[in-house]
């Protein structure tokens, strides 16, 4: 069984600021997706983590993968109100995905002027 | 291009009926999923299909049934609702070969009273 635990599960930071959101997870698939969904929204896929080490960043945001420690984490980089949102990580219970993803709880973001 | 297509958007059942939830994808994806999400939780795989005439269980499969006679169709059916199957229900797809994220509907809201 696939467990995808993330944390902290509730954020409140200031404009400008930097912090991490961490993503542990327990498959020997290491395959790591991060996504975005805003109040009443769908979700919005925002990074593919396909391989150890891999680095991505889009904005300020910058996810990274760490297959060894299975732990993967979203970068948020001088935080701007625009970010305010819920985040979720997500992992593969088999390789290719085709059983579907695993969520964690999601990290309620709220980013304040 | 729709993407990802749900209906209805809301719906508000009694205790005892049943209904069907509709998702269809104009992408050509070979798989596709049936998520559930509570207040304030990850989605939870409810069924998945990896192409017409396969489906199979997720987590929590109990309570709901799917089919797959099409590549873009993908109903899911409740029968005798229960007030435990309040929730919002999101249908995604994706292509099933190059792990590419899962593309998600805008989601269903459902009331069971």
């Known amino acids: 069984e696939l467990k995808v635990e993330q944390n902290p599960l509730f954020l409140s930071m200031q404009e400008g600021k930097n912090y991490t959101i961490y993503c542990n997870y327990s498959?020997?698939?290491?395959?790591l997706y991060w996504y975005r969904q805003d109040p009443g929204k769908s979700l919005e896929s925002l990074f593919v983590?396909?391989?150890?080490?891999a680095v991505k960043q889009e904005g300020r945001l910058m996810a990274s993968l760490d297959t060894k420690a299975r732990l993967s984490t979203l970068h948020i980089t001088a935080a701007v109100h625009d970010l305010s949102a819920t985040y979720f990580c997500?992992?593969?219970?088999?390789?290719?995905?085709?059983?579907?993803?695993?969520f964690g709880k999601g990290t309620h973001l709220i980013i304040q002027p | 291009n729709a993407g990802v297509t749900q209906t209805p958007k809301f719906r508000i059942l009694k205790i005892g009926q049943s209904m069907t939830l509709q998702c269809t994808q104009d992408?050509?994806?070979?798989?596709m999923y049936w998520y559930r999400q509570d207040p304030g939780m990850g989605l939870k795989l409810i069924y998945y299909?990896?192409?017409?005439?396969?489906?199979d269980k997720g987590e929590v499969p109990n309570g709901y049934n799917v089919s797959r006679s099409t590549t873009e169709d993908f109903p899911l059916r409740l029968e005798l609702a229960a007030p435990s199957q309040t929730s919002v229900y999101f249908c995604?797809?994706?292509?099933?070969?190059?792990?590419?994220?899962?593309?998600f509907g805008d989601g269903t809201r459902l009331s069971i009273l």
């Open positions: 995604a797809s994706t292509p099933g070969v190059t792990y590419q994220p899962q593309h």
């Open positions: 498959t020997t698939s290491d395959r």
């Open positions: 983590l396909l391989s150890n080490g």
């Open positions: 997500a992992g593969e219970l088999s390789g290719g995905g085709a059983d579907g993803l695993t």
């Open positions: 992408m050509n994806h070979n798989y």
């Open positions: 299909s990896v192409g017409a005439g396969i489906t």
